[in-house]
């Protein structure tokens, strides 16, 4: 079984973009469950061990803000990290006031995502 603090949930309705996300972590050792949408990660049994989700900001079914605002309802307070296509001033205010740990815009050309996951996960 998997190591609690090293779950990461993702979702993200680009099924390019989950396979990329779960390969690059998996290589880190760190445990993923990818899912195309808000309802799968909510409802997600492992959800209550996950120590950080990776959110599509942009998913059209809900927005990433949107399913965090729902996971923070269910008690849930995970960090966050959401993507984006388009990275505005208003969209970094929004998820700087959601409490959104990082923004990073796709396509992900560096190790931002990795580094801040390592910390997140406190292996740096």
Do not use: W, Y
């Amino acid at each position: 079984m998997a190591n609690a603090e090293r779950l990461v949930l993702i979702a993200d309705d680009d099924q390019g973009v989950r396979d990329a996300l779960q390969f690059a972590l998996r290589l880190e050792g760190i445990d993923v469950h990818a899912h195309s949408g808000p309802a799968e990660l909510l409802a997600d049994a492992d959800l209550p061990r996950a120590a950080c989700v990776i959110l599509d900001g942009g998913m059209k079914q809900m927005n990433g803000f949107e399913l965090l605002r729902r996971l923070r309802a269910r008690n849930k307070q995970l960090p966050a990290i959401v993507l984006t296509n388009h990275a505005t001033a208003g969209f970094r205010q929004q998820a700087g006031a959601a409490g959104v740990h990082l923004v990073l815009e796709k396509p992900l050309l560096d190790t931002a995502l990795i580094d801040t996951l390592l910390i997140i996960l406190g292996d740096c």
